[in-house]
């Protein structure tokens, strides 16, 4: 079946570090969807995807959805303390409303 | 304001004992679901509901119901609950393939 995989699982940065996620469909999505879960909490979206090559710029973080729509990326350039939590994808299952997700990458700030 | 309300947080049980965990939106989405989620597997999908009883089974259904009789409810079921039940769990809705909005989640721990 459909499967989004997303790496790293975690990924340890001092503060002030980059951070990247990545995202690999095996099919072609419609869209792509970015989520972040903040320790105890639920998950809250930060952006939606569609065109192919699409970049997307929300202050300190990048998304780009590849040319062939079955890749993408977050991108946080010099880490805060208040990007700590855990960074989600999904996108839409090809028979409906379905979000498939990866498993998600969490963002641990080294003290 | 838009809302995804579920009940109860935390709720600690027994083993074999019947529980309900509800979900109520105010968002008129056709789409809900619940997710169970666990430290390194992510959102795993249990149960959807495409609308008004129209149910259908995710990706771990086992153990769990679920009904639709109102557009704003879904409620999830445990008929008799097991230890590896004990999970954190989020009902979400959307419309169409997009933005999902997630419940505050409930802990549920079976003892």
């Known amino acids: 079946g459909q499967q989004v995989m997303q790496i790293p699982q975690y990924q340890h940065v001092q503060e002030g570090e980059d951070f990247t996620t990545y995202c690999n469909s095996s099919?072609?999505?419609?869209?792509i969807q970015w989520y972040k879960q903040r320790p105890g909490g639920h998950p809250v979206f930060l952006i939606q995807?569609?065109?192919s090559g699409e970049v997307k710029k929300q202050k300190r973080l990048t998304f780009q959805f590849g040319e062939a729509k079955k890749n993408s990326s977050l991108h946080i350039t010099a880490t805060q303390t208040t990007d700590v939590g855990t960074y989600f994808c999904?996108?839409?299952?090809?028979?409906?409303?379905?979000?498939?997700w990866g498993a998600g990458t969490k963002l641990i700030i080294k003290p | 304001e838009a809302q995804v309300t579920q009940n109860p947080r935390y709720l600690i049980t027994v083993t074999g004992k019947k529980l309900t965990v509800t979900c109520s939106q105010n968002m008129n989405h056709e789409y809900m679901s619940w997710y169970r989620q666990d430290p390194g597997l992510g959102l795993r999908q249990i149960y959807y509901?495409?609308?008004?009883?129209?149910?259908d089974k995710g990706d771990v259904p086992e153990g769990y119901k679920v009904s639709r009789k109102e557009k704003r409810n879904f409620p999830l079921i445990l008929e008799s609950p097991s230890p590896n039940q004990t999970s954190l769990y989020f009902c979400?809705?959307?419309?169409?393939?997009?933005?999902?909005?997630f419940g505050q989640g409930t802990r549920l721990t079976v003892v």
């Open positions: 509901s495409m609308n008004v009883e129209v149910t």
């Open positions: 999904a996108g839409p299952a090809d028979s409906n409303y379905q979000l498939i």
């Open positions: 979400a809705t959307q419309t169409g393939g997009t933005e999902a909005f």
């Open positions: 099919t072609t999505l419609s869209n």
């Open positions: 995807l569609v065109k």
